[in-house]
């Protein structure tokens, strides 16, 4: 397993931007560049859906909901995963999961007003 904290959520009016983050903060930094990671996000109600995803090589997807107004990427050498977030609409609201080989990050809220 390697645990993972998320941070940057909030709330933001509709239209507004977001970072989140994710540290695997107990991950050896040679062996973080090796990782696939991903963003999950669950709204009250609703099961936990894959937001994006970015392989150990730096290959991206997305779900069609967030194609073009999210953005993930990753810091190696911070051993960090961001999920930049733009254009937000109140259907974006929820609690955000970071997800690494084995285990889920405890999750940061994001609420978008309308």
């Known amino acids: 397993q390697v645990p993972v904290r998320e941070s940057g959520g909030g709330l933001v009016q509709a239209g507004g931007s977001l970072r989140l983050s994710c540290v695997a903060y107990?991950?050896?930094?040679?062996?973080?560049?090796?990782?696939?990671m991903a963003w999950h996000r669950q709204a009250p109600g609703k099961e936990r859906e894959l937001v994006a995803e970015?392989?150990?090589?730096?290959?991206?997807t997305y779900a069609d909901s967030v194609k073009g107004r999210f953005t993930i990427s990753r810091n190696n050498g911070k051993k960090t995963v961001y999920l930049q977030m733009k254009d937000l609409e109140p259907e974006d609201t929820a609690v955000y999961y970071c997800?690494?080989?084995?285990?889920w990050g405890q999750g940061t809220q994001v609420t978008v007003s309308g």
């Open positions: 997800r690494s080989p084995g285990t």
């Open positions: 107990r991950s050896i930094l040679s062996s973080f560049s090796g990782y696939d």
């Open positions: 970015i392989s150990a090589g730096g290959r991206t």
